[in-house]
C-alpha cells in the first residue's frame, strides 16, 4: 500500500512540474517563423495573405491620412483663382463617403471571389489574397492623389506644397 502511495505522490509532482513547465512555455507566446514563399500548409497560407492585406491596407490607411490632412489644413477652402477652393468643404465629404463605398465594395467583391471554395480550407486565404488586390489598385489611385501637380485640374486635391495649399 505504501508502494503504490508513494507512486501517487511521485505522480502528483511530475504532474505538477509538467503543468508548471506547459505554463511558463506557453507564456513564452513563442511563435514559429513563417516564410510565406515557401509554406504551403493552409494555416501557414492563410497567414501570409492576412499579413500581406494587412500591409496593404496600413499603406491605405497612410495616403488616406495625407489627403484628409491636406483637404483640412489647405488655405484652398477659400474661393482663388482656380475656382478649386470652393468645393473643399465638401469634398472632404464626398472622399470620406467615397472611401466608405469603395471598402463596401471591396469586401462584397472578395466575398464573390472567394464563393467558389466557401467553407474551404482556402476560403479565407482566396478572401485575403482578393482584399490585397484591390486595396493595392486602391493605393495606386490615392497615390497618384498624393503626387499630382498643383495645376492639374483632374486632380481634386491640392498638393502639401503647391499654391493651391499655400494661398496666393
Known amino acids: ?5 508513494n507512486k501517487l505522490q511521485k505522480l502528483k509532482c511530475k504532474t505538477f512540474y509538467f503543468l ?10 513563442v511563435q514559429a517563423e513563417i516564410n510565406c514563399d515557401d509554406d504551403t500548409k493552409p494555416i501557414y497560407m492563410n497567414e501570409c495573405a492576412n499579413m500581406q492585406f494587412k500591409e496593404a491596407d496600413a499603406e491605405l490607411n497612410q495616403l488616406y491620412s495625407i489627403i484628409v490632412s491636406r483637404l483640412k489644413t489647405s488655405d484652398a477652402m ?6 478649386r477652393g470652393m468645393a473643399d468643404v465638401s469634398l472632404l465629404d464626398k472622399l470620406k463617403k467615397s472611401q466608405r463605398l469603395w471598402i463596401q465594395f471591396r469586401d462584397a ?12 480550407s482556402i476560403e ?3 478572401y485575403s489574397e482578393c482584399l490585397t488586390k484591390i486595396t493595392q489598385k ?5 497615390l497618384k492623389y498624393t503626387l499630382c501637380d498643383d495645376y492639374d485640374f483632374t486632380c481634386p ?3 502639401a506644397d503647391g499654391p493651391m495649399s499655400k494661398g496666393k
Open 157 to 159: 486635391f491640392p498638393t
Open 20 to 29: 508548471i513547465a506547459l505554463l511558463f512555455l506557453s507564456s513564452l507566446n
Open 124 to 126: 479565407p486565404v482566396i
Open 1 to 5: 500500500m505504501t508502494t503504490l502511495m
Open 109 to 120: 467583391e472578395c466575398k464573390i471571389a472567394a464563393h467558389s471554395v466557401y467553407g474551404g
Open 78 to 83: 477659400q474661393d482663388n483663382e482656380h475656382n
Open 138 to 142: 486602391r493605393n495606386e489611385e490615392l
